[in-house]
């Protein structure tokens, strides 16, 4: 009889291990098109607040906010120019997780909103679209709350001690882990594909 598979589904994370992000040029991007002097200050509480993660508040809220409360002088096309300027894809990884899900159940798990998968999906030509996804703004929870992990997994049908999940934050590697998951932080595509092999794991 064939030995069980350590895992049943690998979840990953989307920002940070998949799709490359520098949060310093959304928000310089931002700033600059803002009169009011504070902006800079105030920006990072406004953009950040959980609300726009969970779906509660849609990013054309947030683009009115900002063009009402810092001067913010963009319309909504160059606003969502703007909102993503700092996403990029690491080609090398997106091909790693999609031949690891012919191989194995692999879903993402992000916190997110529309704008950003949708511009994301588009950067990988539709691929990121076909995978398994729970993202932040659809399911109306977030990282790195422990109900989150447990709306995933009832979502998903599936138990997280027969699961790992991978994420480059460690607060919420460390909540998947409290959440009753398999959990560890991604450092590279190379430590990963050691780990899954590590721990009995097909990755070609």
Not at 141 to 164: H, M, N, Q, T
Request: proline letters at 2%; charged letters at 25%.
């Amino acid at each position: 009889m064939a030995e069980q598979p350590a895992y049943d589904a690998l979840i990953f994370d989307l920002g940070g291990v998949i799709v490359p992000h520098d949060n310093e040029v959304l928000r310089d991007r931002l700033v600059s098109r803002c009169a009011a002097p504070d902006a800079g200050d105030r920006l990072t509480a406004i953009a950040h607040a959980a609300s726009y993660g969970n779906g509660e508040r849609t990013i054309g809220d947030l683009h009115a906010v900002l063009v009402s409360s810092l001067g913010y002088d963009g319309d909504w096309l160059r606003f969502v120019e703007d909102w993503c300027c700092h996403l990029s894809l690491d080609a090398s990884m997106l091909a790693f997780v999609e031949g690891l899900g012919e191989l194995h159940r692999v879903m993402i798990f992000s916190n997110t909103n529309q704008q950003h998968w949708d511009h994301v999906v588009g950067l990988s030509g539709g691929r990121l679209g076909r995978f398994e996804a729970y993202l932040s703004h659809e399911i109306g929870d977030l990282k790195p709350a422990l109900s989150s992990y447990a709306l995933v997994a009832e979502k998903a049908g599936v138990e997280p001690g027969r699961c790992l999940f991978i994420d480059d934050r460690a607060d919420n590697v460390e909540a998947a882990r409290r959440a009753g998951f398999h959990a560890e932080v991604f450092t590279s595509q190379a430590a990963l594909r050691d780990l899954l092999e590590g721990a009995g794991m097909a990755t070609t």
